[in-house]
C-alpha cells in the first residue's frame, strides 16, 4: 500500500505503513475526531485496499488529540444546521458508509487494533468494539448515545454489544445511555485492556508489534472462525474449523512453526 500518492491525501485521515503495519489515524481534532462522510468513505478505501495487500500484518487505528471518536458528524455530512437527513436517506446510505466500515473491520483478514483515549461515542464506541483488540485508557469514555438523540442505535451497536458484554449490560448502554470508563469497559470484557494514560501509546504499539510478528494468514483465518462460529452450529463450525486448519496447514508460517519446535526455538513467522 503507498502511502506517497498526493491524490489518496486526507487531512481528516492520515494512513502511513511501516514494518506491515498500517495505521490510520483520525485527524479532526476540531470535531472530536468525528466522522463526516469524506473521512468515513477514506477510512473504507483504505480498508479495502488493506484487505488486498499481503505485504499488511496488522491494522492499527488511533486518533490526534485528547479523544477518539465522537461518532458521526451529521451536521457537516447533510450540510444542514439541524443535521436532519432527509426520509429514506439513511437506508440508502447506511450500508456503504458507516455500517460498511464496521462490516470490514469485523471481516478483514488481519488483527485490528484500537488505541482508545477520551472519547468514543456511537460510531466511535462501535470503531472500537469491532477492533480485534481495543486498548484504553482508565478513564477514556465509551457511550452509547442514541436514546439521548431521540433515535435508535447503528453501526452494530445493537449486534456488537450483547455479544461482548450480555443483554442486561447493553440495555444499561442503549436504553440507559450508560457512559462506561475504560475501567469499568475491561472489566467487562467490552474491550481489550484499559491502562494508565501515561502507558497507552506504549502498551498499544506492543500489542502491534507482537501481532506484526505473528503467523498472518492463520491470525486471519481465526479471526474468520470466530466472527461465524456464534452465526452456525457446532457442526458447521468444526467444518468450518477443518477448512480453517486445511489452508493454514499449506502456508510458510506452518511448516516454520514445525521446524521451530522440532529444534526448541521460537519461530520466526513472515506472514506468509
Not at 484487505?51 to 465522537?70: M, N, P, Q
Not at 458528524?73 to 450540510?79: A, C, E, P
Not at 480453517?244 to 526448541?264: C, I, N, P, Q, V
Amino acid at each position: 500500500m503507498s502511502t506517497d500518492d498526493p491524490a489518496a491525501a486526507s487531512p481528516a485521515i492520515h494512513h502511513d505503513v511501516r514494518d506491515g503495519v498500517l495505521t490510520l489515524r483520525i485527524q479532526r481534532e476540531d470535531k472530536r475526531n468525528a466522522l463526516d462522510q469524506a473521512s468515513t468513505a477514506r477510512l473504507i478505501d483504505l480498508l479495502e485496499a488493506a484487505a488486498l495487500d499481503e505485504s499488511l500484518r496488522v491494522v492499527h487505528i488511533t486518533a490526534a488529540g485528547d479523544d477518539f471518536c465522537s461518532g458521526s458528524d451529521w451536521v457537516s455530512s447533510n450540510g444542514e444546521g439541524t443535521g436532519r437527513p432527509r426520509p429514506a436517506s439513511l437506508v440508502r446510505r447506511l450500508p456503504l458508509q458507516s455500517h460498511r466500515l464496521i462490516e470490514l473491520l469485523l471481516t478483514v483478514q488481519l488483527p485490528v487494533v484500537a488505541t482508545v483515549r477520551g472519547w468514543a461515542a456511537g460510531l466511535g464506541c462501535q470503531l472500537a468494539l469491532a477492533a480485534d483488540f481495543a486498548v484504553a485508557a482508565e478513564d477514556a469514555t465509551f457511550w452509547e448515545p442514541f436514546v439521548r438523540r431521540g433515535f435508535t442505535p447503528d453501526t452494530g451497536a445493537s449486534w456488537l454489544l450483547p455479544r461482548l458484554v450480555g443483554a442486561a449490560r447493553a440495555r444499561r448502554m442503549l436504553l440507559l445511555g450508560e457512559k462506561v470508563s475504560g475501567t469499568r469497559a475491561a472489566e467487562w470484557g467490552l474491550i481489550h485492556e484499559a491502562v494508565p494514560p501515561a502507558e497507552l501509546d506504549a502498551r498499544a504499539q506492543s500489542l502491534v508489534a507482537s501481532l506484526a510478528q505473528g503467523p498472518t494468514v492463520t491470525l486471519g483465518l481465526t479471526k474468520q472462525l470466530l466472527l461465524r462460529s456464534a452465526e452456525v452450529p457446532l457442526a458447521r463450525a468444526l467444518v468450518d474449523e477443518s477448512y480453517g486448519l486445511e489452508l493454514a496447514s499449506r502456508t510458510a508460517d506452518f511448516r516454520e512453526a514445525l521446524a521451530a519446535f522440532k529444534d526448541r526455538r521460537d519461530p520466526t513467522f513472515t506472514g506468509r
